[in-house]
């Protein structure tokens, strides 16, 4: 059975950082691609940062240059360094992962199967 369980959110202020955690059991992230997700209330959920089996990483404008998404095959854990911290960055961040997405469709939340449970982002002004 395949699990991914976040972990880091937390509330910060305006220009702060964080870093998520992603651990999966099921499955070995040296051979999935792996994304990170996020929905604020209102909002269709939003794919921020991937990486597939190559290392090949992928970033939506609105992150670029402030998230970083890396991953440890030893300990089968994905990573989300945020900096630089905004107001709008203010969501529930999830993990998906799924088998041989293509880089043009790494932040499609439809490729992926597997979701973790989320963890909450909240930055104050």
């Known amino acids: 059975q395949v699990q991914l369980v976040e972990s880091g959110g937390g509330s910060v202020q305006s220009g702060g950082s964080l870093r998520l955690s992603c651990v999966a059991s099921?499955?070995?992230?040296?051979?999935?691609?792996t994304g990170w997700f996020r929905q604020a209330p209102g909002k269709e959920r939003e794919g921020v940062a991937a990486?597939?089996?190559?290392?090949?990483?992928s970033y939506s404008d609105s992150v670029k240059g402030r998230f970083t998404i890396s991953q440890d095959n030893n300990k089968n854990t994905v990573y989300l360094d945020m900096n630089d911290l905004k107001p709008e960055d203010t969501a529930m961040y999830f993990c998906?992962?799924?088998?041989?997405?293509?880089?043009?469709?790494?932040?499609?939340?439809?490729?992926?199967?597997?979701w973790g449970q989320g963890t909450q982002v909240t930055v104050s002004s």
């Open positions: 998906a992962a799924d088998w041989a997405i293509g880089w043009l469709r790494l932040l499609r939340a439809s490729e992926y199967n597997y």
């Open positions: 099921g499955i070995g992230f040296s051979n999935y691609c």
């Open positions: 990486i597939d089996a190559d290392g090949y990483t």
